[in-house]
């Protein structure tokens, strides 16, 4: 079995101590096979922000953690026009890696991050046609046994912002993104972004996205909140089978919240019930509709009543 941490929006320069050491404390807790962060380590890309977050991280490696981290929209600078269009990464690179799709191969997992921060989209994402070659060909080099694991900020699709209509925006070539992810068989697709923890299966929302299961961590050390508490994900892998569990911050520590094991049934993830995951609302009129929905439910009615 591969343990994974799943962190996101960090957004050092925006965060409490607080949650910063009870992360470190968890992790360290947990003893994890591999850190993931799906991006904005920083609030607004300031020196003094990635040097909190390169000292976080250190602080992480020089306890044994392994880490793979990719960049997030706030991780480009934002008033900063300049360097924001010329050198928009450069601090990223200089204080937390290098390489922008980092890749680590574990004994059971293959993990590829994949950097869809740009100056252009501001608060949204993009993935190129280049990246998604990128994506093919490394995949193309490992062992096809091993459970094949996608990083990146920004959702694929659109999902609900908050508990009302908003939607955060899908990517640009999204679509053909998650072809490629059902041609490769990646396992799994962890995004953050909408400061929401959530689970769903990519083939709900794009046709012939296989077999991705398509998780979203909430926020980890963030003052900015989104409807839910500041959170984590503690992820436990095995052959055709996921285990999720929310670590979320409570009575000032993190405690295991929400747990459920997912297993591979085909093409698609089924829960512990045995029932299909669902499927994320795409549009307003569809998350309007589950709102009705649920009210009604809640109130023991069809909404026709």
Request: proline share 4%; charged share 30%.
């Amino acid at each position: 079995m591969a343990r994974l941490i799943h962190l996101s929006d960090l957004h050092f320069g925006a965060h409490d101590d607080k949650l910063v050491a009870a992360v470190e404390q968890r992790i360290d807790e947990d003893k994890p096979d591999l850190v993931v962060i799906s991006g904005d380590l920083t609030q607004r890309a300031r020196t003094e922000e990635f040097q909190q977050a390169c000292d976080f991280l250190a602080r992480l490696k020089d306890k044994g953690h392994e880490v793979l981290a990719v960049p997030g929209n706030h991780d480009i600078p934002l008033y900063d026009v300049l360097r924001r269009f010329l050198s928009p990464l450069n601090r990223y690179k200089r204080y937390i890696d290098d390489t922008l799709c980092p890749m680590i191969d574990l004994a059971d997992v293959t993990v590829l991050g994949i950097n869809t921060a740009r100056s252009l989209t501001f608060k949204d994402g993009h993935i190129s046609h280049e990246q998604i070659d990128y994506i093919r060909d490394s995949f193309g080099n490992t062992d096809p046994g091993k459970t094949r694991l996608v990083v990146m900020h920004h959702p694929l699709f659109a999902l609900p912002v908050g508990d009302g209509p908003e939607l955060a925006a899908a990517m640009d070539d999204s679509d053909r993104a998650l072809e490629v992810l059902a041609e490769l068989g990646v396992d799994l697709l962890l995004a953050g972004h909408n400061h929401r923890a959530s689970v769903t299966h990519a083939d709900d929302h794009v046709r012939g996205a296989g077999t991705t299961l398509v998780v979203q961590a909430g926020t980890a050390t963030s003052t900015r909140l989104r409807d839910q508490e500041q959170s984590f994900n503690r992820i436990e892998i095995m052959p055709g089978e996921v285990r999720i569990t929310i670590q979320r911050w409570l009575d000032g520590g993190f405690a295991s919240g929400d747990s459920e094991a997912f297993h591979r049934d085909g093409e698609h993830w089924r829960n512990e019930r045995g029932d299909k995951v669902e499927k994320a609302p795409e549009t307003k009129s569809e998350v309007a509709e589950a709102e009705v929905e649920a009210e009604a439910a809640a109130d023991g009615k069809t909404p026709a009543q």
